[in-house]
């Protein structure tokens, strides 16, 4: 589970954005078919995502980067660290977290990630993000996916 051992901040997170991240990083983490279009329908029509292989706007984008994101990797495995909200809506979050990747050239990787993650709506009822945008180092991952 992706947020087994997450640190929260002190005020309790309302519980849609907690299953919308599960539901997220379980997502990322499957190779099921419906996978990319349920991850999408997580987001916004005009949400902005950000990812290791670039920017992807709205939803067709969005389902095509996630159908591309298996390209190299046999499997991958998210854990969500830490969550910082800027605001008691928790409506503007600040994720860090860990990828753990096996590719499909026998290489592995795990690395640390962050994660702005804005929403849109009521965070209380049906959140949905309208801003995914990730920092991460990119060299163990170019080396792991080129065998250098």
Do not use: C
């Amino acid at each position: 589970m992706p947020l087994t051992n997450t640190i929260w901040p002190e005020a309790p997170a309302p519980k849609p954005v907690k299953d919308w991240l599960e539901t997220l990083f379980a997502l990322l983490d499957s190779k099921d078919i419906s996978a990319p279009e349920n991850a999408a329908a997580l987001y916004t029509e005009d949400a902005v995502v950000y990812g290791m292989a670039g920017k992807a706007v709205g939803t067709s984008e969005i389902i095509q980067a996630r159908e591309n994101s298996w390209a190299h990797m046999d499997s991958r495995k998210h854990e969500v660290l830490r969550v910082y909200s800027s605001n008691n809506d928790f409506s503007d979050l600040l994720l860090i977290g860990k990828l753990s990747a096996k590719f499909k050239n026998g290489r592995e990787v795990t690395d640390e990630f962050i994660v702005r993650l804005v929403f849109r709506g009521d965070t209380t009822v049906n959140p949905k993000g309208s801003l995914y945008q990730i920092w991460a180092d990119s060299a163990p991952w170019l080396k792991a996916i080129h065998g250098n």
